[in-house]
């Protein structure tokens, strides 16, 4: 995750020019990151509940959970480059700028 933040940040902030576009690409990075980075957060409270067997997941036998590895796939199947885009898009509406590079 702190690679794929690296990039989306690098990529807005190499942008700015000003502190005004500074903020908004701070405000981009935020939009297009957090989603992500909140679905990891639950993906793993949950993946960690029907390990211990809490919760829903209460008296599950661990090969009735099947292979875990799939719940992660959206972690590993991102596009990057879409995700960067998506970030440049988005500091672009925050400054109003249609042209914005």
Known sequence: MSIEDSLILST???RARS???ARAALRAYD?????QT?????SSQETGLMLIGKGE???IEMKRLGN???RWDFILDIDMLEHRN???LKMRD???MAAFA
């Open 86 to 88: 998506e970030a440049i």
């Open 19 to 21: 502190p005004r576009e």
């Open 31 to 35: 939009q297009v990151r957090r989603p």
């Open 68 to 70: 875990l590895l799939p």
């Open 38 to 42: 909140q679905r990891i957060i639950e």
């Open 12 to 14: 807005v902030l190499g």
């Open 94 to 96: 925050e400054l109003g």
């Open 57 to 59: 997941h209460r008296g």
